[in-house]
C-alpha cells in the first residue's frame, strides 16, 4: 500500500517493532532512574547505619568500666550495624535487608532508638533547609529604602 507521496507505507509488523523497541527504550530508562534512587537511598542508609555504629562504640566505651556486659552487647550491636551496612555498600542491597532485618529482631530497642534519632535527624536537616529558604527568599524581597533609584 502507498502513502500520499508513492512511497510504500510501513507495515503493520514495523509500527509494532518500532513500539517495542520504543517501549523496551522506555523501559530501560526507567530501570536506570529507579536504580540511581535506589543506590542514592541506600547510600544514605549506609551513612546513617555508620553513624549509629560509631555512637554505639563510644556507649559502650563510655559504660565498659562500670557495665562491662552492656559494653560488650552495645559493641556486638555495632558490629551487626557494621556488617549489615557494608552488604549495602557493597550492593547487595538484599543481603543488606537481610541483616538489617536480623538486627532489628536481635535489638528492637536499639534499632528502634536509632530509628527515631536519624527521623530526628532528617527532620532537623528538613527544618534547616526549609529556614535557610525562607531566609533567603526574604533577604530578595523588595526594600523601597535601601535600594537606589537610578540617576541619583
Known amino acids: 500500500m502507498d502513502n500520499t507521496n508513492g512511497a510504500p507505507s510501513a ?4 509500527s509494532a517493532r518500532r513500539i517495542k523497541d ?6 530501560e530508562t526507567g530501570k536506570d532512574a529507579a536504580k540511581h534512587k535506589v543506590e542514592q537511598g541506600v547510600e544514605s542508609v549506609a551513612q546513617s547505619a555508620q553513624t549509629t555504629a560509631s555512637a554505639l562504640r563510644r556507649a559502650a566505651d563510655d559504660v565498659q568500666p562500670d557495665n562491662a ?12 550495624l557494621d556488617n ?38 532528617l527532620a532537623r536537616v528538613g527544618k534547616t533547609a526549609i529556614e535557610r529558604a525562607t531566609d533567603a527568599d526574604s533577604n530578595e524581597q523588595y526594600n523601597p529604602y535601601t535600594s537606589s533609584t537610578p540617576g541619583m
Do not use: C, Y
Open 69 to 80: 556486659w552492656i559494653g560488650n552487647v552495645l559493641r556486638k550491636s555495632a558490629e551487626s
Open 84 to 121: 549489615a551496612t557494608r552488604s549495602l555498600a557493597d550492593g547487595d542491597v538484599s543481603r543488606g535487608v537481610s541483616d538489617l532485618n536480623a538486627f532489628a529482631r536481635r535489638n528492637p530497642a536499639i534499632f528502634l532508638g536509632a530509628s527515631v534519632a536519624l527521623g530526628f535527624a
Open 11 to 14: 507495515t503493520p509488523a514495523d
Open 22 to 27: 520504543s517501549a523496551t527504550q522506555l523501559l
